[in-house]
């Protein structure tokens, strides 16, 4: 059965510290490993990663794509309060695309 | 450039009743996927619809059910609604055929059953 684990479930740090989140999965037929940001309600999308980019960066958030060992890492520095929110990991398989898998999650909390 | 619109935003019913929720994708986008998000869990896929057919569909009984519309708009149906069947419900929409296209989600509506 596929399966998408994030770890920790959550976090506090202090405004300026790095925080890393981990996903690591197991998809039949992975075709791509998607990271989003949920604040209140609607996740909104930060990076995809496949194949053919297994590292993506905007601005402090930086992602990377492990195929090999079968995971990912989010990477966010110089946090600030904007960024407290739930960071969801999911993954999508070639013959399913809109059917995503998603992890519980990693609630962030970031205190001034 | 509207993005994916839900409605209601929050409805509370009572055991046993039946409830109806509606979603537009974002203007371009063809495919609705309906996801189900109980609390401090991530979403969960129920189905999806593509030229008003339901193309995939996840662990979902059959008392969920759907509707795709010409406009691509999109019904998603719970009977015989459970206390468990509280969640937020998120619809998310994408262009299906543009490749690996990330989905959009609207901002959900908030079912509590009673």
């Known amino acids: 059965e596929d399966k998408v684990v994030q770890s920790p479930l959550s976090l506090v740090v202090h405004e300026g510290d790095t925080v890393t989140l981990n996903c690591s999965y197991e998809?039949?037929?992975?075709?791509?490993l998607l990271w989003y940001k949920q604040e209140k309600k609607a996740p909104t999308f930060l990076f995809m990663l496949?194949?053919?980019?297994i590292e993506k960066k905007s601005g402090r958030l930086s992602s990377i794509l492990d195929k090999k060992e079968l995971f990912s890492i989010l990477n966010i520095t110089a946090t600030q309060t904007g960024d407290s929110a739930i960071y969801l990991c999911a993954v999508g398989a070639t013959d399913s695309w809109g059917k995503l898998q998603f992890g519980a999650g990693t609630q962030v909390v970031v205190t001034p | 450039d509207a993005g994916v619109t839900q409605s209601p935003t929050h409805l509370i019913k009572t055991r046993g009743q039946q409830v109806t929720l509606r979603c537009s994708p974002k203007?371009?986008?063809?495919?609705v996927s309906w996801y189900q998000q109980a609390l401090g869990q991530g979403p969960q896929f129920i189905f999806q619809y593509y030229e008003e057919e339901e193309r995939q569909r996840g662990n979902f009984p059959d008392r969920f059910s759907g509707h795709q519309f010409p406009n691509y708009s999109s019904e998603l149906n719970v009977n015989a609604l459970l206390l468990g069947d509280s969640a937020l419900y998120l619809c998310a929409s994408s262009k299906r055929g543009t490749g690996q296209s990330p989905l959009h989600f609207g901002n959900g509506t908030r079912l509590t059953v009673t």
């Open positions: 496949t194949s053919s980019g």
């Open positions: 203007s371009g986008h063809d495919t």
């Open positions: 998809v039949t037929n992975f075709r791509s």
